[in-house]
């Protein structure tokens, strides 16, 4: 089944991102930041949440996610389900926790990006993964 | 009636606890020409209300989860900051109603059909129903 959008015409030429973080006071500013630079930004508020969406049939390029989230399932297992259910999705983690970041195996699909973070740090490391 | 330039930072917190219904609502509203900001629940609202936030508009659900519902939040907002639109919403079909509603009065007339808004939310909520079942 294909992704289901509004009837907008201009959704099918941006870049949706996922943006998966607890505390809205930072999810907010990101999701703005990341729209005025051009992306389609859906947010999530737990990693719940970010697979209510995905699995929605919803057209998702790329996730950006807290690794520590509020709820049972935290930001590496979200990659976990992403690498059996999505694997064409990439997921860009991040955390204040640079021990949490050491454990990501990094590679072609996943990356990692330290707290805290630039807004334009964030719009330029998606812009690289989704040019790969 | 207010000039189409006052209403460029209008600010529209939504607040869904269903996050594909609040994904819905906020893009129309987006797309409406509204500043949207996506609550979950009660606690994202007073964050944003304490941090000194500039909210014009609060579009509330009524079945919120937690230690405070949609009636007890919108009221006690309605006590606490006056200045605040509160407008209560039950269901999807509610919710585009008020939504529609707000889009009428924003900065950019509807861009699509209310009940495009509707059916959209209605086959995001009847696929997780068929992969829940799977």
Not at chain 1, 35 to 46: H, K, L, N, P, Q
Request: hydrophobic share 40%; glycine share 6%; charged share 25%.
């Amino acid at each position: 089944m294909g992704p289901v959008s509004a009837t907008q015409e201009t959704d099918e030429h941006r870049s949706t991102v996922l943006l998966v973080e607890d505390e809205l006071l930072l999810r907010w500013p990101t999701g703005e930041y990341l729209r005025d630079a051009g992306y389609r930004v859906i947010e999530a508020a737990t990693a719940s949440e970010a697979i209510a969406v995905l699995a929605s049939g919803t057209r998702v390029d790329l996730v950006f996610s807290d690794v520590n989230l509020a709820e049972e399932m935290n930001g590496h297992a979200l990659a976990s389900w992403l690498a059996s259910n999505r694997p064409q999705i990439p997921i860009l983690l991040t955390s204040a926790d640079r021990q949490e970041l050491c454990r990501v195996a990094v590679g072609a699909m996943r990356a990692t990006l330290s707290k805290p973070y630039d807004l334009s740090a964030v719009a330029e490391r998606i812009r690289e993964m989704l040019s790969r | 009636m207010p000039t189409a330039s006052s209403f460029e930072t209008r600010t529209v917190v939504v607040v869904e606890p269903d996050v594909l219904v609040r994904m819905v609502i906020a893009e129309y509203l987006r797309d409406c020409g509204y500043k949207v900001i996506e609550a979950a629940g009660s606690t994202e609202v007073w964050a944003v209300l304490d941090g000194g936030h500039a909210v014009d508009v609060l579009l509330i659900e009524v079945s919120l989860p937690g230690a405070e519902n949609g009636f007890e939040l919108a009221h006690r907002i309605r006590q606490t900051r006056r200045e605040v639109d509160v407008i209560l919403t039950s269901g999807v079909a509610g919710s585009v109603q008020q939504s529609h509603e707000l889009c009428e009065e924003g900065p950019i007339k509807t861009p699509y059909e209310p009940k495009d808004v509707e059916s959209r939310i209605k086959i995001l909520l009847e696929r997780r129903r068929a992969a829940k079942k799977t």
